[in-house]
């Protein structure tokens, strides 16, 4: 055959392959409605296993590297688990009839509540000066809104959101009120105030960016801020996904966030700053990169990419942070002297104290 016969035959292959796949969806369908009805959970790790060594095996059989029939496995189970979490959360929900109010919608997070709040069956509002993309009706300013939808979610930067709920405790909204912050301290005073006038009020926390499409995995964080009906309420709203829920307080969130985001936006900060004064380009490094150098690359370029101001004030809004940050400085300096005076036996030890300490534990 000549390579243009050879061209044409993978072409039909390669359209016999994403027609297959699209039965496979139209299958899922079935499947999602079939466990709708029955009351069947969406995950079901004991398939999940069976799918994958079934594959596996299969491609051994047929001389395949198992790798790449798992990943392509693993793949179409990620799009099925996907369609059927969606399906499940528009079938369940409960906000058929009702109205949200998203401060901040034209934020990647504020489009993201808005679009989950709308796949529930609420119609939703975007109060934000900036221009929002999307179908949801929008005002510039929130203070020209009545305030009577029953859903009110503050998704602006954290000094923004703080003086939003301040305002909002004079105008004593009937709805639920939520903000989404990635800190919670600095905006105690606002949820108390609310709290204090009878609102409706909590906090929540989703720990996930704005591109997620799959909640199964994710952790969406609860804080209570003494208005229990308030934050159950809020935890509904994520009952029919896969996503899972949990419950801290205010002070626990942000002395833990200090180490997930704080410390690990940092790390990132100081990757990509060493490099950007090394004077070293990055297609030139990539030339010589690493497993390791193009992972941390990849993650560092996403962190340079998104929005200072918010990183900022996760590094300086919380009271919890700077201790996170001199570890990382005085980590730093320990590394640095243990290869100045070349002690090949400390930097072990610090190695397999790393080790020990990031192996998984029961529990």
Sequence with gaps: MSLEQLRKRLTAVDRE????????????????????????????????????????????????DPGVAEGIMRALIRSSLTHQ?????????????RSALVIGGAGKMGRWMADFLASQGFGVEIADPAPAEGPYPQIADWRESALAQDIIVIAAPIKATAGVL?????????GLILDIGSLKTPLQRGLGALAGVGC?????????GPDTRLLSGRHVVFVD?????????????????????????????????AYVLGL????????????????ELVPKLKRLSSTTFDAQLGVAHQVASDNPHLYFEIQAMNEFGRRSLDAL???ARRVHDLVDQNDEEGFVALMESGRRYLEPQDG
Excluded at 29 to 44: F, N
């Design 17 to 64: 392959l994403v027609e297959l796949i699209a039965e496979r969806q139209r299958i899922v369908a079935e499947v999602s409605a079939h466990k709708l009805e029955t009351g069947t959970p969406t995950r079901d790790f004991e398939r999940e296993r069976e799918v994958l060594q079934g594959a596996r095996q299969r491609a051994m059989d047929l001389g395949l």
């Design 85 to 97: 979490e969606q399906t499940r959360v528009a079938a369940e929900s409960s906000g058929a009839g």
């Design 166 to 174: 301040e305002a909002l405790a004079e105008r004593r909204p009937r």
């Design 200 to 208: 409706r009020v909590t906090s929540i926390h989703p720990m996930f």
């Design 225 to 257: 801020v003494g208005v229990a009906d308030a934050t159950e309420e809020a935890r509904s709203l994520f009952a029919s996904t896969m996503a899972e829920r949990i419950d801290m307080s205010l002070e626990e969130h942000d002395r833990l966030i």
């Design 264 to 279: 690990s936006h940092a790390v990132n900060l100081v990757f990509f700053t060493a490099l950007a004064g090394s004077g």
């Design 329 to 331: 400085v005085e980590a």
